[in-house]
C-alpha cells in the first residue's frame, strides 16, 4: 500500500477499532450519517416514492408511459437535454438518461441520471468517462442529482473533470429519480448502477436520435472509463471497481477513487453501549430507518425503536430532501424519536455487515482520500486500504490535512482530476 507524505504522518493504528469508537460514542450513528450530510443539493418536498414489485410498470420518457422494464442492464431507455440551470460549467451535450439496472433486491430497475461532455471534438478513441458517484441527499424522486443538480462540492470536483477532458456520467441510484423504494446503503445495487450509466451514456450519444445526432460526433465516448465517488458515492464506486471487469466486460476499467467514501460500516455505526440519549438527532437517521425498513421486510420492525414522533419522521423521509429533514430534527434528542437507542445501533451494525467494501483484489489501481478533520475518521478509509493492499491491490491513501467533510472537495479537485487523467494514460501516482 502507498501512502502519501501527509498520510504517513498518521501510520495505520493498531487499534483502529478501539480509535474510531472512542470518536462515536456520543451520538446514534453519528460519523456515519455525518458522512451522508454533503449529498446533492435541496428540493422541493415530493410524495412519497411508491413501492417497486416484480411487475413494475414506469414511464421512461416523456410522453412514454407504462413500459414495462427491460431484461439486462445498461440499456439505455430515454435521452433527453439537461435543463439549463443543472448543468455543469464548460460541459457541451448534457443529457439526462433514462437506463436499466438493478435494485437492492438484483430486480431490474429504470434508474435515471446524466452525462455531461466537454465541449469540443472528442480525442481518438472518444472521450474518456468518469462515473462519478454522488454523496446522499435524500431518497425522495425530487432529491435525484439529475433534478437538483450536483452538490457544490461535488460540482468542483465534476467541472475538474470535464475541464480535463472526461465526460462525467452520474447515476441518481435505483429507486431515487424513478420509481421504486431506495434502501440507501446497498453496495452491490450501487456499484451496478454505476456500471450501468457508463453503458447507458455511450449509447446516448452514438444512437441517432434527435436529441443526439447533431452532437454526436463530438460527443463520441471512449470503452476506458474510471470510478470516482464521494462519501456513500465512495462506497458505491468501490463496489464498482469491485465488480466492473466481469460485470460489463465491453469497458475498461482504469480505477477507482473515493473521497471521504462511507467504509468499515460496523466501525462507524457506532458502539450501542455509547449510545447517548440527550444526543442530538442526526438528519440521516430516519433515512437509514426507512432504507432498513425496505430491504429487511418482517426482519427490522421500526415500531420496536421508535418513538410516535419518531415514526411520523421516518414515514416522512419518504417525501423530502435532507436539508428539510435537518429542520425537521433541529433542537431534538434522540430521546425524541428513539425509544430503544442502543438496540437500533446494535440493528444497523448487524443489517449493514453484508454491505462492506469488498476486502479483494482489484484489478486496477484504487486512491482514498480523506480529509484529517472529518468527523468520520480517516483511519477508516487508511484501514480499507490496508485491507485492499492486503488483498494483493495497487492502493494508495490520501490523508488531507485541515479538511473536513465539506471541504475535501474543492481542496482535491485539481489532485483527483489530475489522477484520473494519470488513471487514462498509464501514469497513474
Sequence with gaps: MRMSRTAVQRPVQRSVNRSVRRRTRTVLVAVTVAGLLAGAASAVPAQADARQTET??????????????PRGHGTLLAAEPLPEAVRLAGAGTSLKLRYTSADWAGRASVVSGTLAVPSGRAPAGGWP????GHGFGGTADTCAPSRTGPSPMERAVQEALLATGHAVAVSDYAGIGTPGASSLIDGTSEGR???DVVLAARQAVTRATPVTRAAQQAATLSSSWAAVGYSLGGHAALFAGSLADTYAPSLRLTGTISMAGLTQLRMITGDPGGYTATGAVNPVTPFMIDGVAVTHPGAFRPDRYLTERGRSLVAESRSICLDAMATRVAGLTNADLYSDGPGLLAGFQRWYAAEEVPAVRYSRPVTLFHGLEDTIPAAV?????????AAGS????????????????PAIAKDVAARVTGLF???AG
Excluded: C, K, M, Y
Excluded at 396 to 405: L, S, T
Design 193 to 195: 448502477n454505476v456500471v
Design 381 to 389: 478509509s487508511q484501514a480499507t486500504a490496508g485491507q485492499l493492499a
Design 56 to 69: 413494475q410498470q414506469v414511464s421512461v420518457a416523456q410522453g412514454v408511459e407504462n413500459v414495462p422494464v
Design 425 to 427: 494514460t498509464g501514469a
Design 394 to 409: 495497487d492502493v494508495r491513501f490520501i490523508a488531507v490535512p485541515g479538511a473536513d467533510h465539506l471541504t475535501l472537495l
Design 129 to 132: 468517462v468518469v462515473s462519478f
